[in-house]
């Protein structure tokens, strides 16, 4: 008899190791509640990141700018052209350098930034004569650059406008 209650009760043991089905069910529903929850968020991260790049990659092309236009009316680079008004005459020459008045060169950017919404090298560009809304370059100098991509921040504005 003790040698039967002994079987019995490793039975018994043997058949609670393991997990039910509703138990599964249950720990499986939580997993996917918390990754449901969780992806908004990541994606949410993702977003500002390409806006941290976007505002910095902005701001490095821009500065660049203003460094050429500063030295171009200062006299200090070589020949410029009148009808550029001292800007770039695009974002290629601002990373290819420019000779200045005493025969060195000046780069001004190292390599053109990859727009993080766009994940291109190609940026929208305004000259001086264009209208500062437009979405399209007139070719004369290189006066801003914005991004192409169509998307919009929280807010509401449109990322071509930063």
């Known amino acids: 008899?003790?040698?039967?209650?002994?079987?019995?009760?490793?039975?018994?043991?043997?058949r609670q190791r393991g997990l039910t089905l509703v138990e599964l069910i249950v720990a499986f529903t939580i997993l996917t509640l918390l990754t449901a929850m969780a992806v908004p968020l990541a994606r949410y991260r993702v977003q500002r990141e390409k806006e941290r790049l976007l505002r910095?990659?902005?701001?490095?092309i821009r500065t660049a700018i203003d460094r050429y236009k500063d030295m171009a009316d200062q006299g200090l680079l070589g020949r410029v052209d009148q009808q550029t008004y001292g800007y770039p005459e695009s974002l290629?020459?601002?990373v290819e350098g420019v000779e200045?008045?005493?025969?060195?060169k000046v780069r001004f950017?190292?390599?053109?930034?990859?727009?993080p919404m766009t994940r291109s090298r190609d940026w929208g560009l305004r000259s001086m004569q264009d209208d500062p809304g437009s979405l399209s370059w007139g070719g004369q100098n290189l006066f801003d650059v914005y991004t192409k991509s169509y998307d919009r921040a929280p807010d509401g504005t449109p990322y071509s406008e930063w």
């Not at 008899?1 to 043997?14: L, V, Y």
């Open 100 to 104: 200045t008045a005493d025969k060195s």
């Open 92 to 94: 290629d020459q601002l």
């Open 56 to 60: 910095q990659h902005l701001t490095e």
């Open 1 to 14: 008899m003790a040698e039967e209650t002994a079987i019995r009760r490793e039975r018994s043991r043997r």
């Open 109 to 115: 950017l190292r390599r053109i930034p990859i727009d």
